[in-house]
């Protein structure tokens, strides 16, 4: 088993150096995005327009050779433009189903709060069980299917934020900030050399890994051991985020699970086959930042999400 661990761990290794190539300064959001890859977990990208954001899933679809859609959500998009729908056939006298673009691999949902209610909540069955109800007809959706959805942090006239229930299907709420003046450089440079994200089919990137990889990959994160003090460490912090006096919401069961999950994939990631406290702290951040709400008063002394995030770490004791 550990070889087989060895063998993948490198072929990931291989996606990260290559992703962080092409987006450069962006190592954090590259390793975060891996993890819920491979956990099977939606994730939120939220930041300022041109960090990279679309470019990055682009990329790591091409780099997996999974299939991959784009929606760009605005205020007039319906449930049925992302689902699909029945249309009736006058040569056949019958519908013929037109599946929408959530019949993918990799769904890449732009600008996700900006399209109303409604139709953010035609995502929840896709995301949670993996199957779309259409006409009282159930259909599975891809193995692998992934959702990623974008939003922009600066905005928010016109806009509509995600309701609770939703946000709670995304594993990860990821926050892309500028890239450091070297690694701006960089891009700059690429550019000089002729870098255009808006033709990655000149890049010529080359695939290194497949769907099938990526599921395999998944089912060797599952035997990663973790030891009840991990678990109990999980569940203290989780309870504590409840009894927060800071905090109208705690974290759910659902994050829970998610949280082991998770630990699990970043161990692994890591070569190893355990799963260790600083696996648990290291993904607190992206797992909870959109799953905790903070009480009125809390949000008027501007406490931010990630500093009660950070102050619960301190305050549950650490598993020896």
Not at 67 to 73: E, G, K, S, Y
Not at 116 to 142: F, I, N, R, W
């Amino acid at each position: 088993m550990k070889d087989a661990i060895d063998i993948d761990n490198t072929l990931f290794n291989r996606l990260s150096q290559t992703l962080s190539k092409v987006i450069v300064g962006q190592s954090s959001l590259v390793q975060q995005l891996l993890v819920a890859l491979l956990s099977g977990g939606h994730v939120i990208i939220e930041g300022v327009p041109g960090t990279g954001k679309t470019l990055t899933v682009k990329v790591l679809a091409q780099l997996i050779q999974a299939d991959f859609r784009r929606v760009q959500l605005t205020p007039d998009i319906l449930p049925s433009d992302i689902l699909g729908t029945n249309i009736f056939d006058m040569g056949t006298r019958g519908f013929t189903l037109k599946k929408g673009p959530v019949f993918t691999e990799i769904l890449l949902a732009d600008e996700i709060n900006r399209t109303p209610p409604k139709t953010q909540a035609a995502l929840l069955e896709a995301m949670e069980e993996q199957q779309v109800t259409l006409d009282g007809e159930t259909l599975p959706l891809s193995e692998l299917f992934w959702a990623i959805a974008t939003q922009n942090s600066l905005e928010f006239e016109g806009t509509y934020p995600l309701p609770e229930a939703q946000l709670d299907r995304f594993l990860f709420k990821l926050v892309v900030d500028y890239p450091n003046a070297a690694a701006e450089k960089q891009m700059l440079l690429n550019s000089q050399a002729g870098f255009r994200p808006k033709r990655l089919d000149l890049v010529r990137i080359k695939p290194l890994a497949t769907v099938e990889q990526i599921l395999s990959a998944r089912k060797a994160v599952q035997a990663v051991k973790v030891e009840d003090k991990v678990i109990d460490y999980v569940l203290a912090l989780v309870q504590r985020t409840r009894q927060h006096p800071d905090l109208a919401l705690g974290a759910s069961p659902r994050s829970a699970v998610a949280w082991l999950q998770s630990t699990k994939a970043q161990a692994w990631l890591a070569g190893r086959d355990y799963v260790t406290p600083d696996d648990v702290k290291d993904i607190a951040l992206p797992l909870l930042r959109h799953r905790l709400i903070l009480k009125p008063e809390a949000q008027f002394d501007y406490l931010q999400i990630d500093a009660v995030i950070a102050s619960l770490l301190k305050q549950v004791a650490v598993p020896r």
